[in-house]
């Protein structure tokens, strides 16, 4: 799989854009590459709150993320290549403005460039019986 990067050049934490605001300078936790020996001291920090103060204080792991990494250390994958199925690929996308989706009833319209799928939520991968992604689902990593 090519996301467009080597990983000898993604020198800060890595994440994606947020999936339906691309101009977000936030970080989505759908999908991450990081340094672990770099980055020890998010999952330290992490690791080290009571859980509850943690919950309350942020949504979720991309919030906390949002604050423990500076906006200077942030990079991001390409967005062509990372797509969700829920919000980018299911039925043309979702057309925020009018919570619609753009092709209605034709499935998965899944554009060349894209290199990973993230399901997010409901449904999972194995729960959708679009022929598409129960043809990838299946195939298995050796096929």
Do not use: C
């Amino acid at each position: 799989m090519d996301l467009g990067t080597k990983p000898s050049t993604l020198l800060g934490s890595t994440g994606l854009r947020h999936l339906w605001k691309p101009s977000w300078t936030g970080l989505n936790s759908s999908i991450m590459y990081w340094d672990t020996e770099r980055w020890k001291r998010i999952w330290t920090s992490f690791q080290s709150r009571n859980i509850l103060d943690t919950a309350n204080q942020f949504h979720g792991d991309q919030d906390f993320l949002n604050v423990a990494v500076d906006f200077k250390d942030r990079r991001f994958f390409d967005s062509d290549a990372v797509q969700s199925w829920r919000w980018q690929i299911k039925d043309g996308g979702l057309d925020i403005k009018t919570r619609t989706y753009r092709r209605p009833n034709t499935g998965t319209v899944l554009d060349p460039k894209t290199s990973v799928m993230i399901f997010h939520g409901s449904p999972k991968p194995h729960e959708v019986t679009d022929k598409i992604i129960v043809n990838y689902w299946n195939r298995g990593w050796d096929k």
